[in-house]
């Protein structure tokens, strides 16, 4: 039986609202400023859907809705109650005045962003391409035809072959940097930052990918240790130890997300103690692998996590 949100009774797609710009440079650090400067207002929802909105940011009304798109799916921002756009403490963390990382220089900004677009089904095709697609090797047809397949299967409403296809394009755009061409304009040729991390790369066959597994040396330890909270606090929310097992291939997990082998993975774990102060402990026992944990992790603890990847780099830039 296939496991994971997709497949409960209950789950609803998302295949749009990025109007089919993918993620660019500068655009969760506008959204973010933006939003600081009106969040003591009770409805500030005219920051991106107010006829003022093309002005302040300087990009057309879709590029508008698909930076809003963008900044609250990588929980960058939130929407409470409905008319209030809020930043988060992760955004704030990172893209602030004084946050860590506003301009996305440091590899682990990327990452976390990675993160947070796939390991939860908010985003079907992102969720679904790093979680439960069974092939190293793709054709945007071929992801197109198994979304179109799963939507059927599960009674999906609004997921149009048409739909699906805007999707699976943008999808592939985010994460492989595009070839300029005469007919493109500037704006087109700009990448989106989440090309950098080189998880999917051409075959050299027309329209053909691949995901790339292994090891990553650019993905922070504290990006990772953040990473694998998030998944043990919203997968497993009460247990003390977690199984490799678990890590490695359930959907959503830190192994499927960042296209770990086990083995790399496994690398990775065992360094979470240091890089935790010991919160984490990493187990082989009696062929047994596990991670414990000494307590429930809070988002501050979180943040505290990340901070291990940008110490060098902020204490230059605050001195």
Known sequence: ?????????????????????PLRYGWLKKAIDAVRATEDQDDNRSVFAGEDAIARFGVGKNMVASMRHWAKASGIIENVSGTKNVSTALGKCLFDVDGLDPYMENPSTSWLVHWRLCCRSDKTTWFWAFSHYPAATFKRETLVGALGKLAEERGWLRASTATIRRDVACFVRTYLAQFSSGQA??????????????????????????????????????????????????TFTNASVLSFEALAHEPGSPGRVFLLEENDLVDMLANLEDVSNG?????????????????????????????????????????
């Open 1 to 21: 039986m296939l496991r994971g949100p997709l497949y409960q009774e209950n789950y609803s797609p998302q295949l749009s609202g990025h109007e089919t710009f």
């Open 185 to 234: 304009s500037h704006e087109d040729a700009l990448e989106s930052p989440l090309t950098e991390l080189g998880l999917i790369k051409p075959t050299g066959k027309r329209d053909a990918f691949r995901f790339v597994r292994g090891p990553k040396p650019s993905l922070g330890a504290g990006a990772f240790c953040y990473a694998v909270t998030d998944f043990w606090n919203h």
């Open 279 to 319: 919160l984490y402990r990493w187990s082989e026992t009696a062929g047994l692998k596990q991670l414990i944990r000494t307590r429930a992790l809070t988002e501050d603890d979180m943040l505290s996590f990340i901070r291990v990847d940008y110490e060098d780099s902020y204490t230059r830039r605050i001195a």
